[in-house]
């Protein structure tokens, strides 16, 4: 962010917190905040404001960086797309199928997502062994 950009971060803060900006606060906030992007910091800066108990705290840049720096973990622990199943959301590729795919062969020449199935019918697969791929 540049130094205007920056000023329009905590002029955005300052009309929650009711803070007066001063202009050497936004040298600062500047150059803690140089490589955040506006659009990241303003979206963090509401998550911050909307968490009920960090946004009680005064607000610093390292609320802002805590924030982005979450999101940026939780990114990374989530599997890349192209290990995730087409067809069955949120299950991984094992060998290039996911545990949905070898339960239901059937799901897999649809080739589209399977309509929602009863409890029932999941039920008879509990305690199966899945058969392995020759």
Not at 24 to 46: G, N
Not at 51 to 62: C, F, M, N, Q
Not at 103 to 121: H, I, K, M
Request: with cysteine.
């Amino acid at each position: 962010m540049d130094q205007a950009q920056t000023a329009d971060l905590l002029t955005m803060a300052g009309e929650i917190t009711g803070h007066r900006l001063r202009p050497e606060q936004v040298v600062v906030w500047q150059r803690a905040l140089a490589q955040v992007p506006l659009d990241d910091a303003v979206s963090a800066l509401i998550e911050h404001f909307a968490d009920p108990v960090a946004g009680t705290e005064y607000l610093k840049p390292a609320h802002i960086t805590r924030v982005l720096a979450a999101r940026r973990l939780a990114a990374s622990l989530l599997p890349p797309a192209d290990v995730m199943c087409g067809i069955h959301d949120g299950y991984p590729l094992e060998r290039g199928r996911c545990d949905q795919c070898t339960r239901y062969p059937g799901d897999r020449t649809l080739g589209v997502r399977p309509p929602t199935r009863n409890l029932s019918e999941l039920a008879l697969t509990v305690g199966r062994t899945i058969p392995e791929e020759a």
